[in-house]
């Protein structure tokens, strides 16, 4: 496994690291026992970053985070969030206020059986609640040893500067894949950032961790991903790029790496995931798996290397439709 510095922390991240949205059963196929199976298969082969938050599954995932990680808390990091809350009927709304963060933390904790967690991020902005009573908040947490990291989600660069006057932020989670890489949403969400053309390279600058999300296009980018097949329930249909005119031209661009990854003898889902690993402003890929033979595949993407000139044969795959 190859380990990278999350931001000025001194935390040596797995450059693969594993996001538990799945975990949450809020995809087709997704079980508990499955799930526990593949995070402690990913932590045996060197996987030690674990991505979470309360709302995948409202509170599910971090349960099931929680009952794998049982006696190896000492070998990973977890990243959770705050500031994401639903209501009876599963809708979600943001709520980044002083009394909702101690509360999430306090119950983030309790379901994930530990004491701290080493990253704590911020979901999404909330232009309800002033910057300074969330961050100066964060930074209370990090005092008091429950938190040992502050982290953002989906933050711009303009509100990253501004919440780094109340305290320290070490990373900045992004939605960043093959196809979005300049998205302008995510599950009709509003992006009021870049991550190809701002993000990547504002963190390598300011030495703040990079952690793309949705590295494989929320299955997208894999070689078995059948849009038909997915269920009402799946929450993958409400991706943009999973439906009407974006669909088909993705599908298009599809096909053209399937080619690429066909000339090494590789699945699209590792090629995907090793051009991001060939990014050095990478920190930590979140990648989900459904089960213990989808982390295999995963870790095979450190077996071999793109290219520089396949690396420009995708670049212009990428860009035709731009």
Not at 212 to 240: E, I
């Amino acid at each position: 496994m190859l380990y990278r510095q999350l931001g000025k922390t001194g935390l040596e991240v797995s450059v693969l690291g594993y996001g538990c949205w799945a975990a949450g059963k809020q995809w087709d196929n997704a079980s508990d026992d499955a799930s526990i199976r593949a995070i402690q298969t990913a932590i045996d082969h060197g996987i030690n970053f674990f991505d979470v938050a309360p709302v995948y599954g409202y509170g599910h995932a971090e349960k099931v985070l929680g009952k794998a990680i049982e006696g190896r808390r000492d070998k990973i990091f977890i990243a959770t969030k705050c500031g994401l809350n639903w209501d009876a009927q599963g809708r979600t709304y943001r709520n980044l206020t002083r009394e909702n963060i101690l509360r999430e933390i306090d119950e983030s904790l309790r379901r994930l059986g530990v004491d701290y967690v080493d990253l704590y991020q911020v979901h999404w902005p909330d232009p309800n609640v002033p910057l300074e009573e969330t961050f100066t908040t964060l930074d209370e947490l990090k005092k008091s040893g429950k938190v040992r990291h502050i982290g953002v989600t989906n933050f711009n660069i303009s509100l990253i500067e501004q919440a780094k006057q109340y305290t320290e932020i070490v990373s900045n989670q992004v939605l960043y894949n093959m196809i979005d890489r300049n998205s302008d949403d995510y599950h009709g969400l509003d992006l009021n950032y870049r991550s190809d053309s701002e993000i990547l390279s504002y963190c390598e600058r300011e030495q703040l961790g990079f952690i793309p999300y949705s590295p494989l296009c929320q299955g997208l980018l894999t070689d078995h991903f059948d849009r038909a097949a997915l269920s009402d329930k799946d929450v993958r249909v409400f991706n943009r790029q999973l439906q009407g005119e974006a669909l088909e031209r993705n599908l298009k661009i599809r096909a053209e790496l399937q080619e690429v990854a066909g000339d090494y003898g590789r699945p699209l889902a590792q090629l995907a995931l090793r051009w991001l690993i060939q990014k050095p402003g990478v920190t930590s890929i979140i990648a989900g798996s459904l089960n213990e033979k989808h982390v295999q595949e995963n870790l095979a993407a450190f077996e071999w290397t793109i290219s520089d000139s396949d690396l420009e044969r995708i670049d212009k795959i990428l860009t035709q439709f731009d």
